[in-house]
């Protein structure tokens, strides 16, 4: 891995744009680790969305990647859901009962964003395809817009992170109408 | 006249004088009516017992007049009788008028279309009553036949479409899907004299489109042949089928993506657990986490049958019972 990004252009998250990045199963996880160390060397506090591993364990991921653990926060819609109770920290960790809770979800995307007002922030939403457990496509389709359109609102740049293939046709049509750049990893 | 022919027709003959009156009165008169000569002949007191309802003699009365206004005969002209035993029959009359031993009498002949009526009526009343667009079309397409589907489905009524053929141009107002559709038509019926299960997609008088499903057969002989263009209406069918695919397809993507993400999340804890990454208390949340997410798929799993079964009613019934195993 050289110093310079290689998944996101530069130019592309100045301008605020929304990307789909879509990678194979087995690096989802490393692409968010990649994605989290060359946003955070450009300057970006990352408020990273995580349905899939708890945010205690992503920050250890991160840290061993070498990436300050000050240039990021969560929405952690994992850990209550397994151990029952967690308490908030602001400005490191909003904690959602449920994946499936969208008005929560809905309601800590806008916390953190406030919380980090001021700051050069990117949300990263690891990863659409772990909502189709608790989701329909639908839901997650009017979800997804919903989470767009506050973040182009607000003025703030987002990557949502999915499986590639793993989403039906008529779902990845409608997510890839919502962002502005649809990245596949695989393809590099 | 020759009573000997007169009797043996097959049809009612009745010679009538002066004022209706009758002079003969023949022995399929006697069966078709139930009234005997010794009853008919001599009066025409027969008329008031064949048309026994004042305002419809009337009215058949009037149109007799009407018509020997301009003629001396009439031709087709079709009445109800009330016979003896109180049966209604259809009798389709032709007159003529002639003259013997210097004086003039009608002859009214009869013939009982009843059943021929009612043929045509139970005819007409199934091709009405059809669940499908039918139409009949004659030599040079015009349409000589349109039911009540036809109308109900296309919205043209049968008076705006017989006798014409640029319905189809309202049908199918896309002149290159139109030209499309001909020449498939016309590449089919080359090779047979009809054609099955032919899908098009017309425009409605409404502006829905409607998806059809088309069968034809050829109708006549001697080179005057007429076409049946029989159409189901399998938009629904369609959309059923369509959502039942989406159905699927998302049941497929809900079931095999989230179980591969359990299986690489299981396998990610693994490797960092032989990598010493993890406490105790890790392990057990990372692993909690995915017994949750699997029981989730189960409980979708069993949500999306019961959507099937249940609640798609759309859904044709072989797929449903296919799905509801």
Redesign the interface.
């Known amino acids: 891995m050289s110093g310079v990004p290689d998944i996101v252009n530069p130019e592309a998250l100045e301008e605020k744009r929304i990307f789909l990045l879509l990678s194979s199963?087995?690096h989802?996880?490393e692409r968010n680790i990649e994605v989290i160390r060359e946003l955070s060397m450009l300057g970006y506090h990352t408020v990273v969305i995580t349905t899939?591993?708890?945010y205690?364990?992503l920050i250890?991921?991160y840290r061993?990647a070498g990436v300050d653990p000050g240039a990021v926060s969560f929405i952690d819609a994992?850990?209550r859901?397994?151990?029952g109770h967690a308490e908030n920290i602001p400005g490191v960790v909003h904690f959602i009962n449920n994946p499936g809770n969208l008005t929560d979800l809905g309601i800590a995307v806008t916390e953190s964003l406030k919380e980090q007002s001021g700051r050069k922030v990117c949300i990263l939403y690891d990863s659409i395809?772990?909502m189709?457990?608790?989701l329909?496509?639908a839901n997650i389709s009017k979800f997804i817009h919903f989470v767009t359109n506050k973040l182009r609102l607000m003025d703030v740049s987002g990557i949502f992170l999915a499986?590639e293939k793993?989403?039906?046709?008529?779902?990845m049509s409608q997510l890839t109408t919502f962002v502005d750049t649809v990245i596949d990893t695989e393809e590099k | 006249m020759d009573t000997g022919i007169l009797d043996n027709a097959l049809v009612m003959i009745a010679v009538l004088g002066e004022k209706s009156r009758i002079i003969s009165w023949n022995h399929a008169a006697e069966t078709i009516t139930g009234y005997t000569r010794e009853e008919a002949v001599g009066s025409n007191r027969i008329w008031k017992l064949l048309y026994p309802d004042k305002d419809y003699r009337n009215s058949v009365t009037r149109q007799i007049v009407e018509i020997l206004r301009t003629r001396k005969y009439f031709e087709n002209l079709e009445t109800t009788i009330r016979t003896r035993t109180g049966e209604s029959r259809i009798i389709l009359w032709n007159t003529k008028e002639i003259e013997e031993k210097g004086q003039f009498h009608k002859i009214a002949v009869g013939m009982d279309v009843t059943g021929q009526r009612e043929s045509d009526a139970f005819r007409e009343s199934i091709i009405d009553n059809a669940h499908v667009l039918l139409a009949v079309l004659d030599p040079r397409g015009n349409i000589q036949v349109w039911n009540k589907a036809a109308e109900a489905i296309t919205g043209y009524s049968r008076e705006e479409v017989i006798g014409h053929r640029d319905v189809w141009k309202q049908l199918y107002p896309d002149a290159v899907y139109r030209r499309g559709i001909s020449q498939q038509i016309a590449g089919i019926l080359s090779a047979n004299n009809y054609f099955e299960n032919l899908e098009t997609t017309i425009l409605t008088r409404s502006g829905d489109r409607r998806i059809i499903s088309w069968n034809t057969r050829q109708i006549g002989a001697a080179g005057a042949y007429h076409e049946i263009a029989i159409g189901r209406d399998i938009t629904a069918q369609h959309m059923a089928e369509a959502a039942l695919v989406g159905y699927m397809a998302e049941m497929a993507m809900r079931i095999n993506q989230p179980v591969r993400i359990i299986g690489d999340n299981l396998r990610e804890t693994a490797r960092m657990v032989r990598d010493g990454k993890l406490e105790p208390e890790e392990i057990a949340m990372l692993l909690d986490g995915q017994v949750r997410n699997a029981a989730q798929v189960s409980e979708n799993v069993t949500e999306f049958q019961k959507a099937l079964v249940e609640k798609n009613r759309e859904i044709p019934e072989a797929y449903r019972k296919f799905l509801g195993g």
């Open positions: 199963p087995d989802v996880r899939n591993f708890p205690s364990i250890k991921l061993g994992v850990t859901n397994s151990i395809s772990t189709l457990i608790y329909s496509s499986v793993g989403l039906d046709p008529m779902l």
